[in-house]
Protein backbone atom coordinates (compact mmCIF):
# COMPACT_ATOMS: atom_id res chain seq x y z
CA UNK A 1 0.00 0.00 0.00
CA UNK A 2 2.84 2.56 0.89
CA UNK A 3 4.46 1.84 -2.99
CA UNK A 4 0.87 2.28 -4.15
CA UNK A 5 0.11 5.57 -2.23
CA UNK A 6 4.20 6.86 -3.43
CA UNK A 7 3.45 5.96 -7.07
CA UNK A 8 0.23 7.65 -6.85
CA UNK A 9 1.61 10.89 -5.61
CA UNK A 10 4.87 10.60 -8.00
CA UNK A 11 2.22 10.56 -10.73
CA UNK A 12 0.59 13.36 -9.36
CA UNK A 13 3.57 15.76 -8.99
CA UNK A 14 4.78 14.70 -12.48
CA UNK A 15 1.59 15.62 -14.23
CA UNK A 16 1.53 18.83 -12.48
CA UNK A 17 5.36 19.76 -13.40
CA UNK A 18 4.69 18.96 -17.21
CA UNK A 19 1.25 21.67 -16.42
CA UNK A 20 -1.75 19.40 -16.98
CA UNK A 21 -3.07 20.59 -14.20
CA UNK A 22 -2.47 24.17 -15.25
CA UNK A 23 -3.82 23.26 -18.96
CA UNK A 24 -6.91 21.26 -17.68
CA UNK A 25 -8.28 24.15 -15.13
CA UNK A 26 -7.97 26.65 -17.62
CA UNK A 27 -9.68 24.26 -20.46
CA UNK A 28 -12.33 23.71 -17.40
CA UNK A 29 -12.62 27.29 -16.51
CA UNK A 30 -13.20 28.19 -20.53
CA UNK A 31 -15.69 25.40 -21.04
CA UNK A 32 -17.53 26.35 -17.51
CA UNK A 33 -18.44 30.02 -19.11
CA UNK A 34 -19.07 28.74 -22.32
CA UNK A 35 -21.79 26.36 -21.14
CA UNK A 36 -23.25 29.02 -19.03
CA UNK A 37 -23.19 31.26 -21.45
CA UNK A 38 -25.02 29.47 -23.98
CA UNK A 39 -27.00 26.54 -22.38
CA UNK A 40 -30.14 26.92 -20.70
CA UNK A 41 -30.38 25.11 -16.98
CA UNK A 42 -33.00 22.87 -18.38
CA UNK A 43 -31.13 21.80 -20.91
CA UNK A 44 -28.14 20.70 -18.77
CA UNK A 45 -29.24 17.00 -18.42
CA UNK A 46 -28.18 16.77 -22.34
CA UNK A 47 -25.27 18.96 -23.00
CA UNK A 48 -23.16 17.76 -19.75
CA UNK A 49 -22.96 14.54 -20.11
CA UNK A 50 -22.01 14.41 -23.64
CA UNK A 51 -19.38 17.53 -22.37
CA UNK A 52 -18.07 14.87 -20.14
CA UNK A 53 -17.85 12.14 -22.90
CA UNK A 54 -16.36 14.84 -25.75
CA UNK A 55 -13.55 16.76 -24.20
CA UNK A 56 -12.82 15.51 -20.62
CA UNK A 57 -12.62 12.03 -21.71
CA UNK A 58 -10.81 12.40 -25.07
CA UNK A 59 -8.21 14.85 -22.86
CA UNK A 60 -7.65 11.76 -20.69
CA UNK A 61 -7.09 9.26 -23.27
CA UNK A 62 -4.18 12.19 -24.28
CA UNK A 63 -2.67 12.31 -21.10
CA UNK A 64 -2.23 8.43 -20.21
CA UNK A 65 -0.76 8.26 -23.87
CA UNK A 66 1.73 11.40 -23.06
CA UNK A 67 2.78 10.11 -19.80
CA UNK A 68 3.19 6.55 -20.47
CA UNK A 69 5.51 7.28 -24.07
CA UNK A 70 7.60 9.88 -21.91
CA UNK A 71 8.62 7.23 -19.21
CA UNK A 72 9.14 4.88 -22.28
CA UNK A 73 11.37 6.91 -23.54
CA UNK A 74 12.74 7.82 -20.06
CA UNK A 75 13.19 4.55 -19.12
CA UNK A 76 10.98 5.19 -15.84
CA UNK A 77 8.98 1.71 -16.75
CA UNK A 78 11.90 -0.43 -17.65
CA UNK A 79 13.07 0.68 -14.09
CA UNK A 80 9.67 -0.18 -12.93
CA UNK A 81 9.79 -3.69 -13.76
CA UNK A 82 12.73 -4.58 -12.19
CA UNK A 83 11.25 -1.95 -8.86
CA UNK A 84 9.53 -3.74 -6.18
CA UNK A 85 6.74 -1.49 -7.70
CA UNK A 86 4.28 -4.52 -9.51
CA UNK A 87 2.62 -3.96 -12.61
CA UNK A 88 -0.38 -4.00 -11.47
CA UNK A 89 0.53 -1.45 -8.90
CA UNK A 90 1.84 0.86 -11.57
CA UNK A 91 -1.41 0.40 -13.98
CA UNK A 92 -3.74 1.76 -10.66
CA UNK A 93 -1.24 4.94 -9.77
CA UNK A 94 -1.69 5.79 -13.38
CA UNK A 95 -5.39 5.24 -13.37
CA UNK A 96 -6.01 7.28 -9.68
CA UNK A 97 -3.85 10.25 -10.65
CA UNK A 98 -5.49 10.62 -14.42
CA UNK A 99 -8.68 9.99 -13.00
CA UNK A 100 -8.33 12.30 -10.12
CA UNK A 101 -6.85 15.43 -12.96
CA UNK A 102 -10.33 14.76 -15.17
CA UNK A 103 -12.49 14.79 -12.18
CA UNK A 104 -10.82 17.88 -11.02
CA UNK A 105 -11.69 19.12 -14.55
CA UNK A 106 -15.38 17.82 -14.73
CA UNK A 107 -16.08 19.12 -11.74
CA UNK A 108 -14.50 23.08 -12.25
CA UNK A 109 -16.65 22.75 -15.39
CA UNK A 110 -20.07 21.61 -14.31
CA UNK A 111 -19.71 23.62 -11.04
CA UNK A 112 -18.48 26.10 -12.81
CA UNK A 113 -21.26 26.81 -15.22
CA UNK A 114 -23.85 26.16 -12.66
CA UNK A 115 -22.47 29.24 -10.27
CA UNK A 116 -22.31 31.24 -13.64
CA UNK A 117 -26.19 29.99 -14.13
CA UNK A 118 -27.24 30.54 -10.55
CA UNK A 119 -25.98 33.97 -10.70
CA UNK A 120 -27.55 35.11 -13.79
CA UNK A 121 -30.46 33.83 -12.10
CA UNK A 122 -31.58 30.07 -11.89
CA UNK A 123 -29.59 26.95 -12.05
CA UNK A 124 -30.24 23.42 -11.04
CA UNK A 125 -27.88 21.66 -9.21
CA UNK A 126 -27.29 17.77 -9.88
CA UNK A 127 -27.27 14.12 -7.74
CA UNK A 128 -23.39 15.03 -6.55
CA UNK A 129 -23.11 10.77 -6.20
CA UNK A 130 -24.71 9.44 -9.32
CA UNK A 131 -22.51 12.79 -10.87
CA UNK A 132 -19.42 11.25 -8.98
CA UNK A 133 -19.88 7.74 -9.80
CA UNK A 134 -20.67 8.70 -13.71
CA UNK A 135 -17.38 10.53 -14.03
CA UNK A 136 -14.56 8.15 -12.36
CA UNK A 137 -15.88 5.92 -14.22
CA UNK A 138 -15.94 7.61 -17.42
CA UNK A 139 -12.50 8.20 -16.52
CA UNK A 140 -11.28 4.88 -15.74
CA UNK A 141 -12.64 3.39 -19.30
CA UNK A 142 -10.61 6.17 -20.87
CA UNK A 143 -7.69 5.75 -18.71
CA UNK A 144 -7.84 2.09 -19.41
CA UNK A 145 -8.34 2.07 -23.45
CA UNK A 146 -5.23 4.72 -23.30
CA UNK A 147 -3.19 2.50 -21.54
CA UNK A 148 -4.39 -0.63 -23.59
CA UNK A 149 -3.80 1.18 -26.64
CA UNK A 150 -0.31 3.45 -25.93
CA UNK A 151 2.28 0.31 -24.59
CA UNK A 152 1.81 -0.92 -28.48
CA UNK A 153 3.38 2.47 -29.49
CA UNK A 154 6.88 4.41 -29.37
CA UNK A 155 6.13 7.49 -30.63
CA UNK A 156 2.69 9.65 -29.53
CA UNK A 157 2.16 10.56 -33.44
CA UNK A 158 1.78 6.44 -34.12
CA UNK A 159 -0.82 6.57 -31.33
CA UNK A 160 -3.01 9.17 -32.54
CA UNK A 161 -4.54 7.34 -35.17
CA UNK A 162 -5.19 4.69 -33.69
CA UNK A 163 -6.68 6.54 -30.82
CA UNK A 164 -9.60 8.02 -33.21
CA UNK A 165 -10.57 4.93 -34.35
CA UNK A 166 -11.70 4.11 -30.31
CA UNK A 167 -12.61 7.67 -29.60
CA UNK A 168 -15.85 7.55 -32.09
CA UNK A 169 -16.95 4.07 -30.41
CA UNK A 170 -15.81 5.81 -27.14
CA UNK A 171 -18.13 8.96 -28.05
CA UNK A 172 -20.41 8.52 -30.46
CA UNK A 173 -23.23 7.74 -27.55
CA UNK A 174 -23.05 11.26 -26.84
CA UNK A 175 -25.66 11.02 -30.03
CA UNK A 176 -28.26 9.70 -27.68
CA UNK A 177 -27.46 11.88 -24.60
CA UNK A 178 -27.95 14.72 -27.04
CA UNK A 179 -30.65 13.74 -28.42
CA UNK A 180 -29.65 13.83 -31.73
CA UNK A 181 -30.36 9.99 -32.31
CA UNK A 182 -31.80 8.25 -29.44
CA UNK A 183 -31.58 4.44 -30.81
CA UNK A 184 -31.23 1.88 -28.32
CA UNK A 185 -28.00 0.93 -30.84
CA UNK A 186 -25.81 3.29 -29.22
CA UNK A 187 -26.16 1.75 -25.95
CA UNK A 188 -24.29 -0.80 -26.70
CA UNK A 189 -20.83 0.89 -26.37
CA UNK A 190 -18.72 1.03 -23.30
CA UNK A 191 -19.05 4.79 -22.70
CA UNK A 192 -22.63 5.05 -22.76
CA UNK A 193 -23.48 3.36 -19.06
CA UNK A 194 -21.18 5.62 -16.79
CA UNK A 195 -22.69 8.49 -19.04
CA UNK A 196 -26.10 7.25 -18.35
CA UNK A 197 -25.10 7.99 -14.61
CA UNK A 198 -23.68 11.38 -15.36
CA UNK A 199 -27.74 11.98 -16.84
CA UNK A 200 -29.01 10.53 -13.72
CA UNK A 201 -27.34 13.18 -11.63
CA UNK A 202 -30.38 15.97 -14.01
CA UNK A 203 -32.95 13.46 -14.14
CA UNK A 204 -34.57 10.84 -12.64
CA UNK A 205 -33.57 7.51 -13.81
CA UNK A 206 -36.07 4.23 -14.69
CA UNK A 207 -35.34 1.21 -13.27
CA UNK A 208 -33.93 -0.33 -16.55
CA UNK A 209 -31.96 2.17 -16.99
CA UNK A 210 -30.14 2.31 -13.72
CA UNK A 211 -29.72 -1.48 -13.52
CA UNK A 212 -27.79 -1.08 -17.07
CA UNK A 213 -25.91 2.22 -15.83
CA UNK A 214 -24.54 -0.16 -12.77
CA UNK A 215 -24.53 -3.03 -14.61
CA UNK A 216 -23.15 -2.43 -17.81
CA UNK A 217 -20.16 -0.15 -16.76
CA UNK A 218 -19.17 -2.52 -14.14
CA UNK A 219 -18.87 -5.15 -17.04
CA UNK A 220 -16.43 -2.97 -19.20
CA UNK A 221 -14.19 -1.54 -15.84
CA UNK A 222 -13.92 -5.51 -15.75
CA UNK A 223 -13.16 -6.22 -19.24
CA UNK A 224 -11.15 -3.49 -20.16
CA UNK A 225 -9.19 -3.85 -16.57
CA UNK A 226 -8.50 -7.41 -18.00
CA UNK A 227 -7.58 -5.59 -21.64
CA UNK A 228 -5.06 -2.87 -20.07
CA UNK A 229 -3.15 -5.25 -17.83
CA UNK A 230 -2.52 -8.17 -20.48
CA UNK A 231 -1.40 -5.56 -22.68
CA UNK A 232 0.81 -4.13 -20.95
CA UNK A 233 1.97 -7.07 -19.64
CA UNK A 234 3.13 -8.13 -23.69
CA UNK A 235 4.02 -5.27 -24.59
CA UNK A 236 5.95 -3.80 -22.07
CA UNK A 237 7.30 -6.45 -19.35
CA UNK A 238 7.29 -9.15 -21.61
CA UNK A 239 9.39 -7.25 -24.26
CA UNK A 240 11.98 -5.61 -21.85
CA UNK A 241 11.76 -8.68 -19.38
Do not use: C
Not at 194 to 218: C, D, H, K, N, V
Amino acid sequence: MNRLMQAIKTDAKVQFRNNLYHVGIIISVLIAAVVAGLVAPSQMVNVIPAMILLIIGGTTMLYVAGMVIFEKDEGTIAATIVSPLKPSEYLIAKIASLVGLATLESLISIYGAILVQQLMGSAIYPNFIWLMVGILAIGVMYTLVGMAMVVRFKRITDFLIPMAAFSIIMQIPFLYFWGVFEHSALLIAPTSAPTMLIAGAFRPLELWEQLYAIGYSAIWLIGLAWWARGAFQKHIIEKMG
